[in-house]
């Protein structure tokens, strides 16, 4: 399931990676402008994508006063966005993130290693979303990644990252 917060794990090893995924992440309100966003994108991002939705019942407390506390259920909503990165080793590692579409603006909930494409090694030459007129309607997300195992081969692969209603992903060879 997508609730685990795997970023211990990952940014113990890939330090370098720290700084891109804080400013990717970073609200709008924060930024000076778009054009200061776009000059401090870090240069190894290769590709993001964002779209689908995601939603999900979590509890809240206010304290009324000095000895209660309610606990209320609040419905948060939000989108997913994939990044593409060049490591290294000129490899490619792809993250995929839940953003909350908070009352301050877009805040970063999770980010998730798609550990199955580290392992292949491979290079990532494209991403595109299943759907680009920017409206789901249904949860969840799918994002076709193109990518080469061998960089002198011709034609790219076409996987799959796809998190289905519940929240689980997967990352597959495309079908269609």
Do not use: H
Request: net charge negative.
């Amino acid at each position: 399931m997508f609730s685990q917060n795997p970023l211990p794990v990952i940014f113990c090893s890939l330090s370098w990676l720290i700084a891109p995924v804080i400013l990717l992440g970073a609200s709008a309100s924060a930024m000076e402008t778009p054009q200061t966003e776009a000059e401090i994108t870090p240069v190894r991002v290769l590709a993001v994508v964002s779209g689908g939705f995601w939603q999900e019942d979590v509890e809240t407390t206010n304290e009324a006063d000095d000895s209660e506390t309610e606990t209320a259920k609040e419905m948060r909503r939000g989108y997913f966005r994939s990044i593409a990165f060049r490591s290294e080793d000129n490899t490619s590692r792809l993250y995929l993130q839940r953003i909350w579409l908070s009352p301050d603006g877009p805040t970063v909930v999770d980010t998730k290693e798609i550990e199955a494409l580290t392992e292949l090694n491979a290079y990532i030459t494209d991403m595109r979303p299943e759907n680009s007129t920017g409206v789901a309607s249904q949860p969840g997300f799918v994002t076709f990644i193109y990518l080469k195992q061998d960089p002198a081969a011709t034609e790219p692969d076409t996987w799959e990252l796809y998190v289905d209603e519940f929240g689980d992903m997967a990352f597959t060879p495309a079908t269609n």
